[in-house]
């Protein structure tokens, strides 16, 4: 696998079409920091890292949905760095998502946050995903 950030999100992405309630995909650094954060935003329910199922471990997804036209929270899932045409930017040319309603995830030398928190931080790196 060439790029297992956009296997990752390829994966959300299907559970969410397919109006499953728990996705499981297998686990990394960079993944499991990203689930942290999409659920600190409220794009998920919760999640679950399973270190015992083999020697990589897996992410157990709850997916959100809104419980009465059955929505899903996350309405586009976007990657923006691709193996072939790496995305960083600077602080002050951090990318807005949605006019500031979606989130950027930007991997830093602070770690894997926000397009907010990487503001606020005055660091800059390679933009991730977009989500809103």
Do not use: W
């Not at 686990?27 to 942290?36: F, L, M």
Request: net charge positive; charged share 30%.
């Amino acid at each position: 696998m060439t790029d297992p950030i956009a296997d990752y999100l390829t994966r959300l992405r299907n559970a969410i079409k397919a109006k499953h309630k728990v996705v499981e995909i297998p686990a990394s650094n960079i993944k499991k920091e990203i689930t942290k954060i999409l659920k600190e935003k409220g794009y998920i329910l919760n999640y679950k890292f399973d270190e015992e199922v083999n020697y990589q471990g897996s992410i157990k997804i709850a997916l959100k949905y809104h419980p009465s036209d059955g929505t899903s929270a996350i309405k586009s899932l976007t990657r923006a760095s691709k193996p072939g045409l790496r995305k960083y930017c600077d602080t002050d040319k951090i990318p807005r998502v949605l006019n500031g309603l979606g989130v950027a995830i930007i991997s830093t030398s602070k770690g894997v946050i926000t397009d907010k928190e990487a503001k606020d931080l005055n660091v800059g790196g390679e933009v991730l995903c977009y989500v809103y």
